[in-house]
């Protein structure tokens, strides 16, 4: 009887992953392999509610797949997949979204950030997003789903459907917990430490990509907006030095070194000292990174095997969830 706990999470291919998607989540997953039962997708369904170049959308499943890898995640000991390819998400989409209340989904808050970043296509999707979310979630019973604090509501809304579901139910899925990491949960932008480093938003300036070339990482960090204040020492202070926190944060996620401890590393140096540090470390922490990725994505035979196997191992904890469903809710079987 196989006792390992699940663990589940995903990433849309809106746009090259960044040092936060790195930092935030994806560094975490590789770790928990051993002690989990892991699955890990691309959120393609996701990343069509803002609308994307096809070829583009395409590209960048498959290089979020190379990086996966190379970020440490085996596909021998773990299940990657392409949300897509397994239906059933879309399915208990649809049925979840009748147990998501409109209340609820007009509170949270990335719709209404994304609402208001594309006013000329709030679409359902969008509206409906957090029921897929749950659905992709609560197919596979995972007890734990690492994601940053961006996506804690979402993880929140899923476990209302959960209680809302099994009260009517019986016991149907499994309450699922968010696991947020302490550092590195909200990595800010170079360009304006009061947004979120996105993959999509915010100019390219403002984010670090996995694949930037080390002169793009040196020159980001360079320009990083640090605060105006007279002292320009290296002091953890996110209420009065937003830009300086973001680095030291980076800088802590990336090193393992506490704020106490960089502050006395940079003690008398300034700002001119401690940005292209900073650079330095992200550079070396990325460089086996990138190069592991481009050789992965230039084996596309391999790729596909992989995304292949992971929607068929994928495919049958969903299907054995979606029948169970279907089954309470007084669906005929076929
Ligand atoms: P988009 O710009 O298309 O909305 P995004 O960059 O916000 O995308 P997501 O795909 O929404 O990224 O997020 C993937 C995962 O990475 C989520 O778990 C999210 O919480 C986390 N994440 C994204 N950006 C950051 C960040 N800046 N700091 C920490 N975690 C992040
Ligand atoms: N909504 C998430 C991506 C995502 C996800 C998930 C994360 C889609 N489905 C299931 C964890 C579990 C985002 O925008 N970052």
């Not at 290089?63 to 397994?86: M, N, R, W």
């Not at 009065?240 to 996620?253: D, F, H, R, T, W």
Request: hydrophobic residues 35%.
């Amino acid at each position: 009887m196989d006792e390992k706990k699940t663990m589940l999470s995903g990433i849309k291919p809106s746009g090259d992953l960044t040092l936060g998607s790195y930092l935030g989540p994806l560094r975490h997953w590789p770790k928990m392999i051993e002690e989990y039962d892991c699955y890990y997708f691309m959120a393609d369904l996701h990343a069509i509610t803002v609308r994307q170049n096809p070829a583009d959308l395409r590209r960048r499943t498959l290089e979020q797949l190379a990086q996966y890898i190379a970020c440490g995640l085996d596909p021998e000991k773990c299940t990657i997949f392409v949300q897509s390819h397994v239906h059933q998400h879309a399915e208990l989409g649809w049925v979840l979204n009748c147990y998501a209340m409109f209340g609820e989904l007009s509170r949270m808050t990335q719709f209404k950030d994304k609402s208001a970043k594309n006013a000329d296509n709030i679409n359902g999707g969008l509206f409906t997003y957090p029921s897929l979310m749950a659905a992709d979630i609560l197919l596979y019973q995972p007890d734990i789903v690492p994601v940053g604090e961006d996506q804690k509501q979402h993880v929140e809304l899923a476990r209302n459907i959960v209680q809302r579901f099994n009260g009517v139910y019986g016991d149907v899925f499994k309450m699922p917990e968010p696991y947020i990491p302490k550092v590195g949960a909200r990595i800010m932008s170079l360009t304006n430490p009061g947004a979120k480093m996105s993959k999509s938003e915010n100019g390219d300036t403002g984010r670090v990509t996995l694949m930037d070339d080390p002169e793009d990482i040196m020159r980001k960090f360079k320009r990083a907006v640090t605060d105006s204040d007279t002292e320009r020492c290296v002091r953890y202070d996110p209420e009065n030095k937003p830009g300086v926190a973001n680095l030291m944060s980076i800088y802590s996620a990336v090193t393992g070194r506490s704020f106490e401890e960089i502050e006395r590393e940079f003690d008398g140096l300034g700002y001119g000292k401690f940005k292209p540090a900073v650079g330095e470390a992200v550079v070396e922490m990325l460089r086996p990174i990138q190069e592991e990725a481009r050789r992965i994505l230039a084996d596309r035979a391999y790729l596909e095997s992989v995304y292949r196997e992971g929607a068929e191992k994928a495919s049958r904890m969903a299907e054995k969830t979606l029948r169970k469903v279907y089954k309470k809710i007084g669906f005929v079987a076929r």
